[in-house]
């Protein structure tokens, strides 16, 4: 649309003509529901502000869920792509929950915390059902299809990683130390790609790493001391749809970084 829109922080693409743009004004999180008027060149981008959420996921082509911090605690609404005509599916008292939504299915798991234990939920027509749990720092990523749950928990200074197989409720540890917000499943939703740390750091984990008091360098399949010259700690890793490239954000500087899978050795 030829539309420059500067300060741009996150950009949530619903479908080819919907999108939800959010950024900073000043310390408050701004979010604008957007819409491509035509498939022409000279196409416009309207659209309007969305209430003050915290969190906006694509739930369909029709319909986006919102995560809102109140001052009771929080709530998920379903709304329109607008916006407009929310719908309140759930609330809560507490006000600190991590929401990820795979397919029709939306998951909410506690705040990750090194002092406290942690469980994911399923949220299934305004009630919370178990999905798994019980340890102290956890992190969760479900596959696609919500079948697989990559999760990342603490012990003292160290962390585990593995995965949770829903069907069965197996759960299969795997040989990196790594958080599960540093990973991001390929297309297919059984392979992972995660940032694993070179070197571990002492201190309260998942918390000092949340709070960017530490930070956990990774080496990426090709070598970043020729490209980077820099050390990366990989953050909020994407993958494209066809699964040829992963772009993540590096921590320590908030540089975007792209990696073609294809080329790695």
Known sequence: SNTTIPGIQEAIFINDNNIVLRYLDGDVVKSFAGFLASSTPDQTLSGQFLPDVHKIFRLSNTSI?????????????????????????????????????????????????????????????????????????????????????????TASDRSTFGVFDRTNGEITPLPAGTFASKCVWLPGGETLFCGVPITRSAGLLPDDWLMGEISRT?????????????????????????????????????????LKLNQAP
């Open 65 to 153: 869920l919102l995560y809102t911090k109140t001052g009771l605690g929080s709530r998920v609404d379903i709304a329109s792509l607008d916006g407009t005509a929310p719908r309140t599916i759930f609330s809560s008292p507490i006000s600190s929950w991590v929401t990820s939504v795979t397919g029709s299915d939306i998951f909410l798991t506690n705040a990750p915390t090194g002092l406290g234990t942690g469980y994911m939920y399923r949220l299934d027509e305004g009630a919370l059902e178990k999905v798994f749990g019980g340890f102290d720092g956890l992190m969760t990523l479900p596959s696609a299809d919500g079948r697989y749950v990559a999760y990342s928990a």
């Open 218 to 258: 990774a080496e990426i399949i090709l070598s970043l001391d020729e490209t980077a010259r820099t050390p990366i700690d990989v953050m909020e890793p994407v993958v494209s749809p066809d699964g040829q490239y992963v772009l993540f954000t590096n921590k320590n500087d908030s540089s975007l970084w792209s």
